[in-house]
């Protein structure tokens, strides 16, 4: 029986954007005892950690802080004298190539921290919130990587040699940004308490990516942004 509930864990990595706090209440919907992983990895603002800690608590989530150093930088997220692109259009030139707000490596990193919290707690699934039509050509939101991860979890740890799966689930990675507000919208997910700009601040910026493609979605899913009402 003990066993049995323990395989009911997941681990779910939680930002506090919109997309991350729909895959938080997709594995709660799927019937999974959540525990929560939230980064402060340097980023510019600590608003979107503040929004990950609202989230897990509107549904009762247990969740850990866990802080850790990027010296090297390499991302504007994490170096202000990086600037932020701003503006950037769908289907340019620009558009298609990686951004400077890629961080290297950060969803490896992440989701490794995520397997060692797994394997200790008996969680048999990764939840997080990847989507590989977002837009911004990240190389770590994409289906492949995620297929390739698995692999890496089968081979190099002990759950995986011993027969006890842990899967990495990805319920948003074929999804837009419109279905995924929509499919949030039906999970009555607290999007006011979300944070998508790349910048903090009372408002969002309404300028840098992150913005324009949270708008786009609102538009495209037919609601009003309640950061914006």
């Not at 997709?26 to 402060?40: S, V």
């Not at 608590?57 to 692109?85: E, F, T």
């Not at 911004?136 to 890496?152: A, L």
């Amino acid at each position: 029986m003990k066993d049995r509930k323990r395989s009911k864990r997941a681990v779910v990595l939680l930002s506090g954007g919109l997309d991350s706090a729909t895959t938080l209440y997709i594995a709660r919907r799927q019937g999974f005892e959540c525990f929560c992983l939230i980064f402060d990895y340097g980023q510019r603002h600590k608003k979107e950690i503040n929004s990950a800690k609202m989230i897990a608590a509107s549904c009762g989530c247990k969740l850990r802080l866990i802080k850790i150093s990027l010296p090297w930088k390499g991302s504007s997220l994490i170096d202000k004298g990086v600037s932020i692109p701003l503006g950037r259009l769908s289907g340019t030139k620009e558009a298609k190539q990686i951004p400077s707000t890629y961080v290297p490596g950060r969803n490896i990193i992440f989701l490794s921290f995520a397997l060692s919290f797994a394997e200790v707690i008996g969680a048999s699934a990764i939840f997080i919130g990847a989507h590989s039509q977002d837009y911004s050509g990240y190389p770590d939101c994409r289906p492949q990587f995620y297929r390739d991860f698995k692999k890496v979890i089968s081979s190099g740890t002990k759950a995986g040699v011993e027969g006890r799966r842990i899967d990495i689930r990805t319920p948003l990675i074929l999804k837009n940004k419109a279905q995924i507000i929509n499919m949030g919208k039906k999970l009555r997910v607290p999007f006011q308490l979300s944070w998508s700009c790349y910048y903090g601040g009372l408002k969002p910026c309404g300028k840098c990516d992150s913005c324009h493609f949270r708008e786009k979605g609102f538009q495209e899913a037919g609601l009003k942004d309640p950061l914006l009402a």
